[in-house]
């Protein structure tokens, strides 16, 4: 078994396989995924798992740099927006070297789900409530 906080197989394989820039997403239950992106599906009933919690886990063991998030999460979702933030900041305060936020439409962020080695599909239901982590280095 393993020491780690993280259990679940799939996240452990994804996480240990990324490299400097590699894309991650997590994604809410109605974010769509690529026909030709994984797919590690996690969600159980609608706000379970929640992403934040999932963010929380995958975090334990991925080091990143930058996330992207949709620019329509600031207004249609504020509270979820600044509860993330403070997570980064927090973050970024750990670890010492800053997290880089950028924001696209929603569109665009949808599109951009085609460049990450996996996307984690959790039970959110907070409108945009998605995420891109962009791995860093941990040296």
Not at 25 to 44: C, E, F, N, Q, Y
Not at 85 to 96: H, K, M, N, T
Not at 97 to 106: D, E, G, L, M
Request: overall charge negative.
């Amino acid at each position: 078994m393993k020491y780690q906080k993280l259990l679940n197989s799939e996240l452990s394989r994804v996480i240990a396989r990324q490299g400097h820039m590699d894309e991650l997403t997590l994604g809410d239950a109605g974010l769509p995924v690529p026909d030709a992106v994984s797919r590690i599906d996690l969600a159980v009933i609608p706000g379970l798992p929640g992403l934040l919690d999932v963010l929380d886990a995958v975090l334990s063991e991925l080091t990143i740099e930058g996330v992207l998030l949709a620019e329509e999460l600031k207004d249609q979702s504020p509270d979820f927006h600044a509860a993330l933030c403070a997570r980064l900041d927090a973050l970024s305060e750990q670890s010492g070297q800053a997290v880089t936020r950028n924001y696209v439409s929603h569109g665009q962020f949808k599109e951009r789900t085609r460049r990450s080695k996996a996307v984690i599909r959790t039970g959110e239901v907070t409108p945009f409530a998605n995420i891109v982590l962009i791995s860093g280095v941990a040296f």
